[in-house]
């Protein structure tokens, strides 16, 4: 089946230390999505790709950055985790191609819960 | 800012009741709508979408929503509810010209009793 996969499933790091999540896609999807997601809260998007041109949301703090070296691959690297940042992170797909009737839906992965220590 | 908020954050039912979480959004211009539900361990997933034509759309699993632009809400309803509809409800946004940005509510957590 066509996925959306994300590992690790859980990342624990302390603070300060580097951490990257993974996103990966099966669909050949245009855009890829990062959310951040704290609880009871709703999914903040930080960042999106469409093809190799990325989109930052303004409020998207500098400690964090993102990857596409090709169309199935997206990485999230946290430069310097704070506690703030423990949370849990959403990677997502949408076609981007057939217009606002088809392009917009998005497809889930399973979400990365990091810790920060 | 544009924003979705979803009046409930947590409902409880019985089942067979009848199901409504409401959901407005503050954006004046057109809008792609979307509920998506997120089952216990499982991920978001598209319950239904709402682009154009008939304000009133048909999801999976007889969820239907309805688009009231005067009141710039999308209510998400279900006429008899089940156990199986246990989950977490997020109403979502895509401001049209606003790329694929797409702005999410809280969430309703839906606990359904059997």
């Known amino acids: 089946d066509a996925m959306v996969i994300q590992n690790p499933r859980y990342q624990v790091t302390q603070f300060g230390k580097p951490v990257t999540l993974s996103c990966s896609q099966t669909l050949n999807h245009n855009v890829m999505y990062w959310y951040q997601q704290k609880s009871s809260q709703a999914p903040k998007l930080l960042f999106h790709?469409?093809?190799?041109?990325?989109?930052n949301e303004a409020d998207t703090p500098d400690n964090f950055q993102s990857r596409r070296p090709n169309t199935s691959f997206c990485f999230l690297d946290i430069r310097s985790p704070g506690l703030g940042d423990a949370a849990m992170y959403l990677c997502a797909t949408s076609s981007g191609a057939g217009g606002r009737r088809t392009g917009y839906e998005q497809f889930f992965g399973p979400g990365t819960r990091l810790t920060v220590l | 800012a544009q924003s979705v908020s979803q009046h409930n954050h947590h409902v409880i039912l019985s089942e067979a009741a009848s199901l409504e979480l409401g959901c407005n959004y503050s954006y004046g211009g057109t809008v792609n709508l979307f509920w998506y539900v997120q089952y216990p361990g499982q991920h978001l997933q598209l319950l239904l979408k709402y682009f154009s034509g008939d304000p009133l759309v048909k999801g999976i699993k007889g969820f239907e929503a309805e688009f009231i632009k005067s009141k710039f809400s999308f209510n998400l309803r279900k006429p008899s509810v089940q156990w199986s509809d246990t989950a977490e409800y997020f109403c979502a946004v895509n401001p049209s010209g606003g790329g694929f940005k797409t702005i999410f509510g809280a969430g309703t957590r839906l606990f359904v009793k059997a």
């Open positions: 790709y469409y093809d190799k041109d990325f989109n």
